[in-house]
């Protein structure tokens, strides 16, 4: 069973920044992808980027490419999502997610989600 816990979350204003953590715990070799996915109100839940365990491959949605960076922490089990340039439209309540997934962006493919962390863009 593997366990994912996000922290980081807030409210911060608009252009600000914040560094969401992923901590996971339980056995993690068969899911060889993390992933971050966000909800926001009355929308449906959308891929914001994806990282492997191994090797240097990520993916990140068009909407946050040149802002956001996910980036991992083997030693430690951990993954981040460090968000620079926040936008009102970045508020939402974001998971990270571990699976093995035909296409990243696909939220179907992953085994495994946290409870999620608020982000919340104001201003």
């Known amino acids: 069973q593997v366990h994912l816990v996000e922290s980081g979350g807030g409210l911060v204003q608009t252009g600000g920044s914040l560094r969401l953590s992923c901590a996971v715990s339980?056995?993690?070799?068969?899911?060889?992808?993390m992933g971050w996915f966000r909800q926001a109100p009355g929308k449906e839940r959308e891929f914001v980027a994806a990282?492997?365990?191994?090797?240097?491959?990520?993916n990140y949605a068009d909407s946050v490419k040149g802002r956001f960076t996910i980036s991992r922490d083997n030693a430690k089990n951990a993954v981040y999502l460090q968000m620079n340039s926040l936008k009102p439209e970045d508020t939402a309540v974001y998971y990270c997610a571990a699976g093995a997934p035909q296409i990243d962006g696909l939220s179907d493919g992953y085994d495994y989600w946290g409870q999620g962390t608020q982000v919340t863009v104001s201003s």
């Open positions: 990282i492997k365990w191994n090797g240097p491959k990520t």
């Open positions: 339980g056995r993690t070799f068969s899911s060889k992808t």
